[in-house]
């Protein structure tokens, strides 16, 4: 709540209604993927299990496209991200790929624990099946995924200027030291010689009112010789 009234400029208690409603509308994607496999697993375990991936896909594009309060962030699919082979089949499916991928893997394992109505030698069979090829897949995907040096290098410099709402006239008369220690910064020599400059927040540097910042930072771009990315 402290963020939205922060930054959003909305009344404490308005930034805490919307804190609850967002609480609600995520638990209720939540609540609704349970209470759709329980539905499924009265008639059928496996109809639950293999039903179930394609619910949470469904859920997760639903949260990442909900007007106004989407909340696209901490996907299934990220857990299995570190793994290099497995993000590939990002590039055909998108995230939502690799999600459903996570959630069919837990699916099988669940069915194995759950499917009673099923030999023990068949859930066996299929739960160390799963894990060897889950294994192999893990150890050899990253194999075939090229491995590509590192010929270009960026600085990034973080200007940690404080975020207000308006630019007073003494603005820079104010900060000119803050900025010198930014042009060292930005200028220092180093090793791996970067030819990108990024500035990846700068709430209050830029200002149409003054424009001895922009000129700064336009004096430092040129000094630098490479490109300057600033974000806003």
């Known amino acids: ?118 030999p023990v030698r068949t859930r066996v069979t299929v739960l160390v099946s799963t894990l060897v090829t889950l294994l192999a897949v893990i150890l050899i995907a990253p194999r075939f995924v090229p491995s590509v040096p590192a010929n270009h290098y960026a600085r990034a410099v973080q200007l940690n200027f404080p975020e207000v709402n308006d630019y007073p006239a003494n603005w820079y008369p104010q900060h000119a030291e803050d900025l010198n220690d930014i042009e060292q910064l930005s200028l220092e020599p180093s090793a791996k010689n970067p030819d990108l400059l990024v500035w990846p927040e700068t709430p209050a540097l830029f200002s149409f009112e003054d424009a001895r910042p922009l000129n700064r930072a336009s004096q430092i771009g040129v000094k630098c010789g490479h490109p300057l990315l600033a974000g806003s």
Request: glycine share 12%; hydrophobic share 50%.
């Open 1 to 118: 709540a402290d963020v939205l009234v922060e930054h959003g400029g909305i009344p404490k208690i308005a930034g805490w209604g919307l804190v609850v409603l967002i609480g609600l509308y995520l638990g209720l994607l939540c609540g609704g993927f349970a209470w759709c496999v329980n539905r499924l697993a009265q008639r059928s375990i496996l109809l639950a299990c293999v039903g179930a991936p394609f619910l949470w896909v469904t859920l997760e594009f639903v949260k990442e496209h909900f007007p106004e309060i989407s909340f696209p962030w901490g996907l299934l699919g990220y857990a299995p991200s570190s793994n290099l082979g497995l993000p590939q089949i990002t590039t055909l499916t998108g995230i939502y790929g690799l999600s459903f991928f996570a959630c069919a893997i837990n699916a099988i394992f669940a069915w194995c624990d759950a499917s009673t109505e099923t």
